[in-house]
């Protein structure tokens, strides 16, 4: 599986962005995916998770009334509505993807994407 990450951008702090990834391959709707992001100098975290059914979804507590993720299995692409984004939200963000839904949530996918820069200013 290919990911590929797109919608990233330079917003204004209370902003919105909507990322999407497009996975390759005929597969996409066996996959739980996921979104995490990386800020300089600090670790990659979890952002955001979605059942391959899309019947589940899970949230960082700092991202949770703020961000939406959500699937389009015909479109193989996952999506990160952003809103009310913060300067705190800056950070690359990477879209990843397992069959196994625990190793995903835990930052140990199977496959990752590359990153899109989200840059808010404040």
């Known amino acids: 599986v290919q990911l590929q990450a797109s919608g990233g951008g330079l917003v204004q702090d209370g902003g919105s962005l909507r990322l999407s990834c497009t996975a390759s391959?005929?597969?996409?709707?066996?996959?739980?995916m996921g979104w995490f992001r990386q800020a300089p100098g600090e670790e990659r975290e979890f952002v955001s998770v979605?059942?391959?059914?899309?019947?589940?979804?899970d949230y960082a507590d700092s991202v949770k009334g703020r961000f939406t993720i959500s699937r389009d299995n015909a479109k193989n692409t996952v999506y990160l509505q952003m809103n009310s984004l913060k300067p705190e939200d800056t950070a690359v963000y990477y879209c990843?993807?397992?069959?196994?839904?625990?190793?995903?949530?835990?930052?140990?996918?199977?496959?990752w994407g590359q990153g899109t820069q989200v840059t808010v200013s404040s």
């Open positions: 979605i059942r391959w059914s899309g019947s589940v979804t």
């Open positions: 990843a993807a397992d069959r196994d839904y625990f190793p995903l949530r835990r930052g140990a996918p199977q496959y």
């Open positions: 391959g005929r597969t996409f709707s066996s996959y739980n």
